[in-house]
């Protein structure tokens, strides 16, 4: 359990949800009171099991990492990845114990009577993700493959595999991945040269996959182009493409190699060569890029969940340590520097969520039949991957530095954490590419009318704190009328970063105030925290601030924020020194 020995902190065993109780207050607020009531002892169980087992294992895992065996000790052919067994427990809670990869698509999961709602899915990969970043990647595949074959593939197709694909038995399930990434063509998708050829009656794929994680996975979506197609984006076909034919032969495609990779260690990415493969047509062909799209957004989404969650994981480190810490005669909380750099952490981590509960909000919506909350999603999911993922980098370099030279120690977590983050700005499209694809959704699909519209209904449900929702509206739509201008104007393509991260911030500002409103409907303790948060996102990143100023007496007082809302969260302070 948690402790202090010699003025270090040990956060291993605190129950991660009770040390974060904001986390409840606001999934009663989202979810639907009969679902929350039946998923609130899972939740709270991952809570449990991401602090102690679930972290030991990622350590073990992240020490531990996959290897690929090409040959048996006979020379005869043995193509397979060796994975830890810590690796193994890890897929077993998050695939069967807890049907991650499940819920989202059929019922029983928790014995519920019918799919959950996406943020259920979420709110538990945000607390799994505090202890294990790689295994995620898989998880996510999974579930967006599942999503994507039935959204698009034919019935046969869809019979074949779904009931593998949504399985809690480790031994039935089948695995999903995607290979897209090529050599020449990294983010220019367009520039895809993997060939597909109709062979006796069925399509074979010819090429190299550059980047493939979970390599070898049961089953994975492929863009490909048929022969003779022609070029570009509008050429690609989707295609489904499995590890073994239904006769139980292995299919033509070699993995060649495993990459070491900086962060997410744990989980195999490899290369992988296409020769001859069989592979199924999903949908229309030449509609390919589109669908695929379908799968990257939803993948774009879990990639900002993740960054959400190892934020928070950032966060809730640095505040065990500021608590428990002493220097100069006292805690680390108590120095006003401290206080102002958690500060600053607490309001970045707090907008992650937000963003993540509010987009997760719009899939159900979008996914129940509503045309305008698709095009909030539209517009939201890139933004959540965006900024969150850059966001991360920070406050997990942040959360090393407040637990200062151990940070830097791989027995600590605070260096894999620090790794992983990296890796949501990369990949399903890098920071710029994703940005561009914020400025695409304004100006094809109309979707910023939209996501303002939305914005507008939340302001008008904000009668909580009516100051900070004026605060918080008037800088979304100024934002809004920026993001708005550079999408229309290619000689500003320059500024669409800068527009994303406005309206990214902006928008979050205007959640936090609707959810402060929500909760002083339920006279919850957490009242009022939030539209402060709010303020700050403000102030500190859509406010005009001369750095010569200094601070003001306002600033000065905002780290209060973090000990009125944040001293009860159990387990926090203190702990009987050893």
Known sequence: MASIHRNIPDSAGLNLLQADPAMSALLETYLDPEIFARVMPQVDRMGALAGGALEELALTADKNPPALHIRARNGADLERIEKHPAYRELERVAF?????????????????????????????????????????????????????????????????????????DMDQLFQGAMF?????????????????????????????????????????????????????????????????????????????????????????????????????????????????????????????????????????????????????????????????????????????????????????????????????????????????????????????????????????SDARVLRDAHLGSIWEGTSNIVALDVSRAVKREDALTHLSAYMEELSAQSDGDAAAAGRAREAYFRAAEFLDGVAHDRDREADARQAASAVYNGASAVVMCWEDARLRERSNSYAGDRARLSDAVVAHKLGLRDPLRGTSDAEAEAPDILARALADAPGADALAAE
Not at 108 to 135: I, S, T
Not at 157 to 164: A, G, K, T, V
Not at 347 to 364: H, I, N
Request: glycine share 10%; aromatic share 8%.
């Open 180 to 412: 897209m990434t090529e050599q020449v063509a990294g983010s220019d998708v367009g520039a895809i040269d993997t060939v597909a050829r109709q062979e006796g009656g069925e399509w074979k794929l010819y090429g190299d996959k550059w980047f493939c994680s979970n390599p070898d996975a049961a089953l994975a979506m492929v863009l490909a182009r048929p022969e003779g197609g022609g070029e570009g984006t509008k050429a690609l076909s989707l295609f489904l493409l499995p590890r073994h034919l239904p006769d139980g032969t292995r299919n033509a495609y070699r993995i060649l190699r495993l990459k070491e990779k900086m962060g997410t260690k744990s989980m195999a990415s490899g290369e992988i060569a296409l020769e001859g493969a069989t592979a199924w047509m999903v949908g229309d062909p030449g509609q390919g890029f589109k669908q695929m799209t379908d799968m990257i957004n939803n993948s774009r989404l879990a990639n900002g969940v993740r960054s959400a969650g190892m934020m928070r994981r950032s966060v809730n480190e640095a505040l065990f340590i500021a608590r428990n810490r002493t220097a100069f005669g006292k805690r680390l909380i108590d120095l006003p520097l401290m206080r102002r750099q958690l500060m600053k952490m607490l309001v970045t981590a707090e907008q992650g969520r937000s963003m993540v509960f509010q987009t997760a909000r719009a899939l159900e919506a979008a996914d129940k039949g509503d045309a305008r909350m698709a095009k909030v999603l539209r517009i939201m999911t890139p933004l959540l991957k965006f900024r969150t993922c850059r966001d991360a980098r920070k406050v997990a370099g942040d959360a090393m530095e407040v637990r200062g030279g151990c940070g830097y120690i791989e027995e600590w």
């Open 96 to 168: 069967a114990e807890f049907g991650l990869a499940a819920m989202s698509h059929r019922a029983g999961v928790f014995g519920a009577p019918d799919k959950l709602p996406p943020l259920v899915k979420y709110a538990l990969v945000y607390l799994f993700v505090q202890a294990e970043f790689g295994l995620c990647c898989p998880l996510s595949m999974t579930d967006s493959l599942t999503r994507t074959l039935v959204k698009f593939g034919d019935r046969a197709l869809i019979d074949r595999y779904f009931d593998q694909l949504t399985s809690q």
